[in-house]
């Protein structure tokens, strides 16, 4: 009987459950949106129950289908929105405090104190990452000091911290297994990516009792087996990513040089940069991208919090579209730009100019600006925005001739072509551009023997269409001296 791999997608909006046959074409899709919570400006939070509960709902929509479809469950991998924060009680399993999720900026000013009395450096060197409420440890630490006696329950070895994939594994293995791996943990500001241990002097900085934190796995490894009396069988956890690295492995992008981004919600780009982690001059990000048989795979992030959700804006806070796939039409129904540059810093910018305090501004508007000139403004920026992170790994050193693009934007192809115009280089979208389900279902058949290596994977990728670029330099770079004169008068930090 042959078999699929079910990978699990826990993301911001929404908890996916995918099954992937045993060549890697996906079989079957199910997805369950859940609330957001927004208690405060600048707060986000989800209730990790219900992560819980439509992440178990869409699973067992998925077990149904392998049933009713004759085929076992060879193994399970994770995927999910990295950085968000959950602590609960060991023994009941109960949550202490809501999930505190990535977008969320309580702790700017704890940051902003902590780089006052001048730890970024430090801070920089193990783990990659800045001193920036979007990691986890200062939301661990804004835990622990504001929820009623809970740091002297986290003294006392009573309480776990997890990312996503680490608290879901808790429940599927009936609190068996606190474990996660190492692309999640990079990414808490407590893991030192050198040495590929959580570090002691971060944990004293931020204030976080050791006893708090889960063993680190390699990304395909045993995590756990699922509790019968959950889901009627023992299935057993294989692969974990969060949901940018799973990207890269979904996209295949194995060798050093090889570079993704994704464009959903936000944008993510990631350079694969090998077994040296590379430290950028230009604020992007070192991170682990993968890490199989303990040997460490480094990559170098530019993360930019708004790109699919501009358009988000432009359909329900505007309402000057219907749908995010009428903004294909109306940019390709004019010739230019008209002179239009719109600047979508709506919660800041992220990388390379991490301003949080900036927010966003159209310039150029006249007479004849409508609504197609708007959408048009709105998907160029994300390009430009792209520009920006190439241009910061390209300074770093790095010479990409391709991208490899997936997300919910890229099934617009204006947007495409526009992106590989101005990046010069030829930009790819692959048959399947669920790469991030992908990507946790690969490592998890990694480890179960589905797929053989790296190699094997990489083999599999399929282009779907190359976009080649085709502006002339000239108009290329006055486009691109428009967007920095605009991008430089949002900046709160130039
Ligand atoms: P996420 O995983 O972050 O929720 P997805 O990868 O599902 O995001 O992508 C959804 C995003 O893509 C939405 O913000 C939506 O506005 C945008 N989007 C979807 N289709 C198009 C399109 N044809 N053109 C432009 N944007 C699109």
Redesign the pocket.
Known sequence: MSRYILSIDQ???SSRAMLFDESGQSAFNAQQEFTQHFPKDGWVEHNPEEIWTTTLGVVRQALHRARSDKRTIAAIGITNQRETTVVWDRSSGEVVYNAIVWQDRRTAGYCARLRLQGHEAMVSAKTGLLLDPYFSGTKINWILDNVDGIRARAEKGELAFGTIDCFLIWRLTGGRSHVTDATNASRTLLFNIHQQCWDEDLLALLNVPASLLPEVFDCAADFGITSESLLGEEIPIAGVAGDQQAALVGQACFEPGMIKSTY??GCFMMLNTGEQALTSSNKLLTTVGYRLKGKTTYALEGSIFVA??A??WLRDGLGIIDS??Q??ALAASLDSNHGLYLVPAFTGLGAPHWDPDARGAIFGITRDTGPAQLVRATLESVCYQSFDLLEATRRDGSTPARLRID???V??NW?CQFLADLLGIVVERPAQTETTALGAAYLAGLQVGIFSSPDDIAARWQVEREFVPAMDDKTRKLLLADWHTAVIKVRTNA
């Open positions: 993301g911001t909006t959903g919600t699919g959700a358009i988000q995010a796939q903004s294909e997300g919910g934007m099934q617009n947007l």
